[in-house]
């Protein structure tokens, strides 16, 4: 189902990326990470320096240098793959295969980002006394969202998505568990920051658990968008904030509780600017863009 403009106004700005693909010379471009280019040579980038959104494209003159979105959209299902899978409340999804390149790329992140975080770990006693913290979006970055993306088209709706959401429907991205609980069981304390609203904590905490997440998932741990006028962040009410006004807002204001932010991981650029982010890793998600 496509949402409508008032739909898209009152929730997330979603904007598809299949429909702003750019092409250059090496390879196709997704949320400004060159996927031929890092798969030919083998690198998979993990830390992001000052992350900014991706460019906008300037018009192009004629019609046929645009990329066919349909061609598009079945370069990203082939770099996903597919498994067909009934979930509970949702019926038939399909989810990511677990052999697919994107399995192949998200296992080598999680790699360098452990071997970041055992040295980053070695060397804390250097820092001051505040007690190390891990930020995870959640979003594509610790629970996948493909079957919902496939379901829907790519094009988001802030109703069937809300199913999707309550019923816990969105399994763990490849690995993220293993690596989540391994990260709080050697002196991190993990954090999960995401742009959902405060109606869905509970489905969204239960979805976490379910999928593998041992961490803490309370309101001290979990932090998402309230109604509700924030005593920390400048802007008036946190559904109103941008997310670059919310996301290192929030993390600022975790560092003020006696924390310092050791890496944020996040599939948007977005989740990642702003600051008090530490080492940052940027996942893959060639399926939209979130400014």
Known sequence: MTATSQELKNHRWRV????GTLIAASGLIFGGVNVASAHDSGHKPTHVSNPTPAPS???PVHGDAIPNVTTVESQVKAYYGSVAA???GVGTVTLPSPTSNYAKEIEGLERQA???LKNAIKHAGSHSAAKPALVFDVDDTTLNTYD????SSFAYNPTTNAQFVNAGAFPAVFGMPALVNWASTHGYTVFFLTGRPEAQRDATAANLSAAGYTVPTDAAHLYLKQSAPSTYLSCVAVTTCTTIEYKPGTRAYIESQGYRVVADFGDQFSDLDG???GHQ???PNPMYYLP
């Open 16 to 19: 598809p990326l299949v429909a």
């Open 57 to 59: 494209a300037p018009a």
């Open 86 to 88: 009934t979930e509970l």
């Open 114 to 116: 452990k071997l970041y």
């Open 148 to 151: 919902y993306e496939v379901f």
């Open 275 to 277: 600051g008090h982010a």
């Open 281 to 283: 890793v940027k996942l």
